[in-house]
């Protein structure tokens, strides 16, 4: 696979041009050396025609979709796949509606903020991390609805390596004449298992993939997949909802890494992924019967209920730490790891040599508060828009959220913005260390 974006980069550099344009660097430095502006024959994202066109239809070759880069993560693709959704509606002369699982991350809201598009919620139990929506929760929330959503707005993996059943819903989607949207940000790889998981080949319309929490490229670089078989709008707008929110300055070294990437994944990487699925899942078998108790079926993950092993996440997060393994989340319930045939088998043996040796405790049976559907005051947008201020927990019951209330990671809210804030969402935010909201000032 050619990697067009990379071998410009690499001629401009042996060029030794002096630079008389952006950036300021000059090409100064290892790294600055290859990071350009929109110069001749370096084309340009949002009207690309030329080494990005070519690179991102090698992309689209690889995921089998129309595919479009953005330089501004998975956060600026489900910007532009809300406002993609409200372009469907208003081509059917309708406002965008968008029934959404509750556990969406933050852009979610500041999107339906942004755009004003109304929204529904459906919840599923578990952590506020989680949400178990199925074809059959869809297909009745369908039969008893006044009137069908634009859009089905789903979000797997989910941050605990949950996954949805995207084939099921998306099949009640497509019967229905509804849009299916995924927020597959932690799933990119799952195209190249031996059996793709990808929610483009489970049937989604539309998809972001952030190709830096999975894939080996640079934080920041991600994916707009729409669906061969989506209404040809969705592609023909795809370029202009990404530049409706993104920078008129993406990176070209987020751009290089994407093009690089595509290389990468052409060559042996499926097989890479595949033997490493195995080893990690042969990893986790023993763990269990050692008494490690896991969350999520997704293969790249191991999300630990460190409390029925006795520890907090917390606990255990140090006890890795200290043994110089970081995790990339946890909170009082869960840790969670994520994996990538980049991990060593030098470094997997020692991983579970370290797991092997932590000794199992009493299990703690404490559990988070109870979450129950705050109700609504106000749209998000007016919520956002408002005068606001900001005030401690527990001075907050009663008031409407204003800015979401949210660290990341995991960057998904508790409470939206809009919505009243009660007693339970205060022990939530209490339990999950949140002290401080912004409210409307009333
Ligand atoms: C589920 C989920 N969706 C979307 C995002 C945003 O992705 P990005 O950081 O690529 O903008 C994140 C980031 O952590 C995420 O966890």
Redesign the pocket.
Known sequence: MNTPICEFLENYVQKGATRLHMPGHKGIGETEKYDLTEIDGADSLYEASGIIAQSEKNAGGLFGAHTFYSA?????A?RAMLYLATLHAASRGEKARVLAGRNA?K?FVSAVALLGTEVEWLTGGGSYLSCRVTAETVREYFENAQSLPTAVYL?SP??LGNMADIAGVARVCRENGVLLLV?N??GAYLKFLPESMHPIDLGAHMC?D?A??TLPAL??C?YLHVAKDAPQMLSENAKNALALFGSTSPSYLLLASLDAANKYLAENYREKLAAFVGRLELLKKELRAHGYAFSGNEPLKLTFNTKAYGYLGAEMAEYLTGQNFVPEFYDPDFLVLMFTPEISEGEMARLRKVLLALPKRTEIFVFPPRLSLPERAMHPREAVLSACEKLPVEKCVGKTLAAVTVG?????PIAVSGEVIDESTVKCFKYYGISHCNVVKE
């Open positions: 501004e993560g998975s956060s600026l489900i991350h852009t979000t989910d941050y927020d940000a932690h972001c952030s830096h929490k934080t920041g991600a990341c990671p995991p960057a998904v």
